[in-house]
């Protein structure tokens, strides 16, 4: 499931175009029933923010 979630994460934030980061990340944290008020989200937030 993490490695797939991650693999999906990868792709939209790669082809994301002008939409923000944060979007991309809740849709898909939502979409697999995850919380985005967790230190999951936080912490792929802040990757995120660094490596796209």
């Known amino acids: 499931m993490e490695e797939k979630l991650a693999m999906k994460l990868d792709q939209a934030l ?10 991309i990340l809740r849709a898909e944290f939502v979409a697999n029933a995850l919380s985005v008020d967790g230190a999951l989200f936080e ?3 802040t990757y995120a923010m ?3």
């Open 50 to 52: 660094q490596n796209y």
């Open 14 to 23: 790669k082809t994301r175009g002008s939409t923000n980061v944060f979007e």
């Open 43 to 45: 912490r792929v937030a």
